[in-house]
């Protein structure tokens, strides 16, 4: 079967876009091929800077015959109904139809449509144009004659304007031969904007820039590499890893690997080639991620570190060029050596500028004075200055200082829940924003934090406030690590609490794929810090109140403790009801419920939306460590807020569940919850509880005992946490559940004893709902 080769060639494609240009290429031929009627066995995708290759092997030469079956109207139908059918069907006169009976319809005109199939070449000359001038670029551009626009001429040439092709960046030349291997492939001619689809193709742009006639996949490729072009870009990128460590090696020196620098620098060259270049050791005196950002950023090379160190940099660097130089790379090394001393010089101007005092210290005063700061600090200083500028966290959710101060209240409530130290969470608060101000993260916004606990230890910061000010940001995605320092716990929580508040305050929730403010990810953050550092809080505790102070502005709410009095007064039972909406209002100065002011009806609304953002969060968590899915919606209610005593209901009800004992407790209340849920749909009465004295047979006696004593058993041990115990204690009421079926008749014709037996069975459910919601789980 034959084989198809493409080649695509223009000027430098960024390296950013070409693996996923090279699949979408693959997709839309082979799709369009497949839909024309075509079939393949196998399509492999290449890219180069300079190119886009595909090989697909093989493909059907030709289209196979179709017969299309096309119904028509009656015979009997209007002249004009049965002209439009034979148009339709391509007919010209009605005897060149069928005439079919059916016994309910009766008789019907029908067409058989013969298809003959197409030559494979036929299909690729016509359905490739339209790929290549439909091509999904992010951004495209037309060049030549194509930039002009249309009736404008420049040395002969007229502008085709607005209806000429447009590439990322001008194409240049097409290869599309077609045959099997043993028979003389041919050329497939298709013409887009006066490049014609040959056999011809270049090779290194200096190293062999002269033409080169191409076949077949195979020499293609050996075309190219006799012409210094590895079209593979996996193989280049282990060009490049290998010989850059063993470069590295060479000199005594260990490659500092970085995978998302390998995939750039592999799609910047065709032909690599490793080379050392080397800098002055003063510029090792600066923190190792700004060298390291510097070289990567400025001039995409790899750096280096002495054999066996695990931190410290050494002064040699790694650049990958893409010609054979004659003189061995010298130059090219001096050149990449001069450009990298120049961009460390600045860096290490940033680095010891940071370390300095600000020229205008009599305008901070202000703002030392709000945040405690102390301004003979150098990032006190910078703190000072993020809100004396007032610079803008978001326009409807005020400053990067009002943002400081609300996460501030919030890390002063999460500190005793968390057990962090709260004045060095304070600290770390007001500290954890400063380096944002640093000319270091100026230059290198990838910088955040890790330069502000560089500065904070510099200037004597307790360590736990050090790796707060980095830490706070994490985790950052799934495989991101979390903070293990309670008060970086602390500050973490309050960050991501606060930013996940704010948006939903202002109606800037995710919506399908879009999530401009990663909120899916500070929720996931969130979760990941509760369950993995096994933190126990009541995430509506801290949502209410933060929409309200995001509603209402800054109230006594911010003044810390806000949470303190209603625990201690109110109580938990409360927490939506007359007395805590009464406290709030007192406290806020806005009006209870139920007047005219929709606040408290807004506020609860979207902390339910919330909530139920972080359960979502939760599960794609939770199935991610294994868990069933019908086991995570069997112990998570809608108001469940302490996740981490979610994930261990989940855990034990994994574990239970396999056992006799956990078999007992699922088919013992599934049977009494599936009859009271039926006969709830019916509208059947339901006593309200359980009457003894309505209690006539031993069977129903004996199951409201048991109930009452596993009740008892499994509320002593949920209040311990003690989820398996509880779940043991429940699973004793599947013998006299069994026997009360088999001796009892639910459905009474007393309406009474049917309510009270009922009633019965809703107790088995309450009892069992302190733990789980059984009726969810399979099996």
Known sequence: ?????????????????????????????????????????????????????????????RSADVREEKKGPRVDAPEKAIEGFLRGAGLSDVSQAQVVSDPKKGDFYVAFI????????????????????????????????????????????????????????????????????????????????????????????????????????????????????VLDAERRRQIIAQDAANLAFANGLDLVEDADLLEEVSGLVEYPHVLL????????????????????????????????????????????????????????????????????????????????????????????????????????????????????????????????ARIRALAKELAPIVGADAALVDRAVVLAKADLRTEAVGEFPELQGVMGRK????????????????????????????????????????????????????????????DPFALRRAALGVVRILLERGVRLSLLSEIIPALVVMKVGPSNLTSGGRFTFWKKNI????????????????????????????VWQETISEAGHLLSFFHDRLKVYLRDQGA????????????????????????????????EDGINLLAGTKRATQLLAAEEKKGTVVADAVSEALLTLDAEKALYAAIRVATAEAAEAVAKEDFRSAMQALSKLRAPVDTFFDDVLVNDEDAAIRANRLALLKAIREATGTVADFSKIAG
Not at 331 to 360: C, T, Y
Not at 458 to 486: C, F, N, T
């Open 1 to 61: 079967m034959p084989d198809l080769l493409l080649e695509l060639r223009s000027e430098e494609i960024p390296a950013r876009l070409q693996r996923k240009a090279a699949g979408d290429l693959k997709k839309l031929v082979t799709d369009a091929l497949v839909e024309a009627g075509l079939s393949y066995e196998g399509a492999r995708e290449y890219w180069t800077p300079r190119r886009l290759a595909l090989d697909i092997r093989g493909l059907t030469a």
């Open 114 to 229: 013969e298809k003959p199939g197409r030559p494979a070449e036929e299909i690729i000359a016509a359905v490739m144009p339209g790929i290549i001038r439909d091509f999904p670029w992010p951004k495209s551009m037309r060049s030549g004659s194509a930039s002009m626009p249309r009736g404008m001429s420049y040395g002969g040439i007229e502008g085709k304007g607005s209806e000429s092709l447009r590439w990322v960046r001008p194409l240049q030349s097409i290869v599309c031969t077609f045959g099997t291997e043993h028979d003389e492939v041919a050329v497939i001619p298709f013409e887009i904007d006066g490049i014609v689809a040959s056999n011809i193709t270049y090779g290194h742009r200096f190293h062999a820039p002269e033409a080169i006639t191409v076949k077949r996949f195979g020499d293609y490729v050996a075309s190219l590499e006799k012409a210094k072009v």
């Open 277 to 404: 270049g080397t800098f002055e050791d003063d510029f090792l005196s600066i923190p190792a991620e700004i060298i390291r950002l510097t070289i990567k950023t400025n001039q995409k090379c790899f750096v280096t570190r002495p054999h066996g160190e695990t931190e410290k940099l050494s002064n040699h660097f790694i650049l990958v060029s893409n010609i054979e130089a004659k003189d061995g790379g010298k130059e090219i090394m001096h050149g990449n050596g001069k450009v990298v001393r120049a961009r460390l010089s600045d860096a290490l101007h940033f680095w010891k500028r940071d370390q300095g005092d600000l020229p205008d210290l009599d305008t901070l005063k202000a703002s030392a004075a709000k945040f405690g700061l102390d301004l003979a600090k150098p990032l006190d200083q910078r703190m000072a200055k993020l809100d004396a500028l007032n610079v803008t966290f978001h326009a409807k959710l005020g400053t990067q200082g009002e943002r400081v």
């Open 455 to 514: 500065y904070a230890l510099l200037q004597g910061e307790h360590e736990s406030v050090a790796a707060a000010i980095e830490d706070h940001y994490k985790p950052q995605g799934p495989s991101d690590r979390v903070p293990d320092d309670r008060v970086a716990i602390t500050v973490a929580l309050a960050d991501k609490l606060d930013t996940l508040v704010g948006f939903w305050a202002i109606d800037e929730k995710p919506t399908g794929s879009k």
């Open 571 to 598: 109580g938990e039972t409360d927490l939506l009801g007359p007395a805590f909406f009464g406290w709030l209002s007192e406290r806020t100065q806005i009006p209870v419920p139920g007047s005219s002011e929709p």
């Open 628 to 659: 069933r899915h019908d086991i995570i919606d069997a112990v998570l209610t809608p108001e469940a807020d302490d996740l981490l005593m979610v994930a261990r209901r989940a855990e034990a009800l994994t574990a239970f569940i396999t056992s």
